[in-house]
C-alpha cells in the first residue's frame, strides 16, 4: 500500500536553508504527479511545488527562484530544497501524490498524503 512520510523539516532562521524528503513506498512513479503543499494556521492548505511524471515542474509565485523541488533516481524519494527562507514559509509542509493524471494544482486532487513536517522560520 502506498505511504508518503515526509522528513527535514525544523526551525530555522530568516534567510536560512532547508531540505525536505518525501519517502515514497508502495507506489512507482510512471504516471501522475507530486508535490508538496503547506498549511500554516488559520490558513487553508495551498501548493507550494509539482513535479509531473515527465519531469515537469511548477512552483507557487511566492517560493519561485527560493524553492526547488526534484526526486532520486529511482523516483522513490521526492525532495523540496528551500533557500532564502521567510517567517510567512512557516507552515506543515506535506508530500503528495496523485496517481492518475491530470493536474495536481489543488490539494483536492491529490491521492495520498503524508503526515507532515514543520517547518519554522523566525
Known amino acids: 500500500h502506498v505511504q508518503l512520510v515526509e522528513s527535514g523539516g525544523g526551525s530555522v532562521q530568516a534567510g536560512g536553508s532547508l531540505r525536505l524528503s518525501c519517502a515514497v513506498s508502495g507506489f512507482t512513479f510512471r504516471s501522475g504527479c507530486m508535490g508538496w503543499f503547506r498549511q500554516a494556521p488559520g490558513k487553508e492548505r495551498e501548493g507550494v511545488a509539482r513535479?509531473?511524471?515527465?519531469?515537469?515542474?511548477f512552483y507557487a509565485d511566492s517560493v519561485k527562484d527560493r524553492f526547488t523541488i526534484s526526486q532520486d533516481n529511482a523516483k522513490s524519494t521526492l525532495y523540496l530544497q528551500m533557500n532564502s527562507l521567510k517567517p510567512e514559509d512557516t507552515a506543515m509542509y506535506y508530500c503528495?501524490?496523485?496517481?492518475?493524471?491530470?493536474?495536481?494544482?489543488?490539494?483536492?486532487?491529490?491521492?495520498?498524503w503524508g503526515n507532515g513536517t514543520q517547518v519554522t522560520v523566525s
Open positions: 503528495a501524490l496523485r496517481i492518475a493524471g491530470g493536474s495536481c494544482r489543488s490539494s483536492n486532487s491529490m491521492t495520498y
Open positions: 513535479v509531473y511524471s515527465d519531469g515537469v515542474t
